[in-house]
């Protein structure tokens, strides 16, 4: 198993900055992909970036320019800057790994809170 904890979260004004991390440890394992999720309330859960262990990085497309996502390998944590922010970008935030396995397996995070205000 894997254990994912997240920190970073919190209440932040509209422009602002906040910096999410998300740390992995438990049984051996071997990392593909870390991501962050965002679910806005009322929303479906949905990718807002993610990254491989070769630094291949995806964005959604409303938080490009803004957010970046980072990974430390020898320490197995993913990191989310998140820059600008604006009301939009409110909800739970989610950390999730992929495994280097045939299966892949896939973790998630117990979600942290980012709330945006004016």
């Known amino acids: 198993q894997v254990l994912l904890v997240e920190s970073g979260g919190g209440l932040v004004q509209t422009g602002g900055s906040l910096r999410l991390a998300c740390v992995a440890s438990?049984?051996?394992?071997?990392?593909?992909?870390m991501a962050w999720y965002h679910q806005a309330p009322g929303k479906q859960r949905e990718l807002a970036a993610s990254?491989?262990?070769?630094?291949?990085?995806h964005y959604a497309d409303s938080v490009k320019g803004r957010f970046t996502i980072s990974m430390d390998n020898a320490k197995n944590t993913v990191y989310l800057q998140m820059n600008s922010l604006k009301a939009e970008d409110t909800g739970v935030y989610y950390c999730?790994?992929?495994?280097?396995?045939?299966?892949?397996?896939?973790?998630w995070g117990q979600g942290t809170q980012v709330t945006v205000s004016s």
């Open positions: 990254i491989t262990t070769s630094d291949t990085t």
């Open positions: 999730n790994l992929a495994t280097d396995t045939f299966p892949s397996y896939m973790y």
């Open positions: 438990g049984s051996r394992f071997s990392i593909r992909t």
